[in-house]
């Protein structure tokens, strides 16, 4: 067995040059933590995507807050009256297109139409004052 005395006293381990300088800076670099991000740039970086898709969304199925017959009841009727002589509508095409409808179609624009006139508001008196020739 060998005896502490009988070995060697040179370093076995070796150190690169200038290593124990640069040490400080590398713990440093490792340790440092980087400047705080404010928490709202990541957060707006998904949100407002989600945000324009979302109002572009309502914005295209809301109408723009009117319907249909909220727009047509602002033409004048004069304007629709000479819109409707100008255009190409012809009787053919409208019975064509009434002819492609099934019966609950037609039931419901006739109950549309019925809800869409005002009644009159004649009694029977009245009738009877009208003239023959009428």
């Known amino acids: 067995m060998k005896k502490l005395e009988d070995l060697s006293r040179d370093n076995i381990f070796k150190v690169p040059d200038g290593y124990f300088e ?15 991000q404010p928490w709202f ?3 707006l970086k998904f949100a407002i995507p989600v945000l324009f898709v979302a109002a572009m969304t309502v914005w ?30 012809s009787v053919d095409l409208v019975s064509e297109e009434v002819s492609l409808m099934n019966e609950d179609d037609l039931l419901d624009l006739e109950e549309r139409v019925l ?16 003239p023959d020739n009428f």
Do not use: C, H, M, W
């Open 60 to 89: 295209f199925t809301s109408g723009n807050g009117t319907t249909i017959e909220d727009q047509l009841s602002k033409i004048q009727t004069e304007q629709l009256i000479a819109y409707l002589e100008e255009s190409e509508l």
């Open 41 to 43: 740039i990541p957060v």
């Open 22 to 36: 640069q040490l400080p800076g590398i713990i440093q670099a490792r340790v440092a933590k980087p400047a705080p």
């Open 115 to 130: 809800s869409s006139i005002t009644p009159l508001d004649i009694t029977l008196e009245d009738l009877n004052d009208l």
